[in-house]
């Protein structure tokens, strides 16, 4: 209800006329709350960011919307991994003092780098959905 008197408001302010008589406010209330912001029209692709701090120690589940970077535990002779993809393949590379190790995956595959396995779980032009462990 709230939302549809919000939408009704904020069409009568863009088109110069005024609230509807059944919205229950006054031309002065209707004004104001037209002005006001909406926060209910937030784009409904707010998807949760991955935790990548949860994959310091190499054991993680990513959820991936577009690239990323992060740090990894030094135990795994490499500092920062960076992990990229399309709709075909996945690019884990892994980098650190002197060091660059990479591994190009496929849809369902499994590969590593540098003793941090990973596994391709769901892969789209879109969505990488990826699983690391360490080996």
Do not use: E, W
């Not at 209330?29 to 190499?58: E, F, I, W």
């Not at 990479?102 to 396995?117: D, E, K």
């Amino acid at each position: 209800m709230a939302q549809t008197t919000v939408a009704l408001l904020l069409a009568a302010a863009l088109t110069g006329g005024t609230a509807p008589a059944h919205s229950g406010l006054t031309p002065a209330q209707a004004r104001t709350a037209a002005l006001a912001p909406v926060s209910a029209a937030a784009p409904v692709t707010n998807a949760a960011k991955p935790n990548l701090r949860a994959c310091y120690d190499g054991r993680c589940k990513l959820t991936l919307s577009k690239a990323v970077r992060f740090k990894v535990s030094p135990r795994f002779g490499v500092t920062r991994l960076s992990i990229s993809f399309n709709r075909t393949s996945v690019r884990v590379r892994a980098t650190g003092p002197g060091v660059t190790s990479q591994a190009v995956l496929g849809l369902r595959s499994t590969g590593s780098v540098n003793g941090i396995g990973i596994r391709v779980v769901s892969l789209s032009r879109t969505k990488a959905v990826l699983r690391l462990a360490p080996r």
